[in-house]
Nanobody, 116 residues
Framework: QVHLVESGGGLVQPGGSLRLSCAAS????????MHWNRQTPGAEREFVASISWSGGSTTYADSVKGRFTISKYAATNTVYLQMNNLKPEDTAVYYC?????????WGQGTQVTVSS
């Protein structure tokens, strides 16, 4: 069993930065990759970024390339999403999820609001 706890959301002005955290616990060895997705009301969840658990390779949605960085700190089994130059269209609930054998495990979500 894998358990995820997210933190770091909040209100920020356009052009500002936030760092989201996703701390994993439990059966860490079963994790293949970690993803960040986001969702706005009435819309489907949208892929943001991913990182492989072992090798650390990363992928990004075109909409966040060059602005967001996903990283992993192995000592604490935590995945980060550094978000720079935030735009109003980045406003959403951000979810991390773990790719494991069987159903993916999702965090509870954290609200990010970009507004002046």
């Amino acid at each position: 069993q894998v358990h995820l706890v997210e933190s770091g959301g909040g209100l920020v002005q356009p052009g500002g930065s936030l760092r989201l955290s996703c701390a994993a616990s439990g059966s860490i060895s079963s994790i293949n990759a970690m993803h960040w997705n986001r969702q706005t009301p009435g819309a489907e969840r949208e892929f943001v970024a991913s990182i492989s658990w072992s090798g650390g390779s990363t992928t990004y949605a075109d909409s966040v390339k060059g602005r967001f960085t996903i990283s992993k700190y192995a000592a604490t089994n935590t995945v980060y999403l550094q978000m720079n130059n935030l735009k109003p269209e980045d406003t959403a609930v951000y979810y991390c999820y773990a790719v494991i054998p069987g159903p993916d495990v999702w965090g509870q979500g954290t609200q990010v609001t970009v507004s002046s």
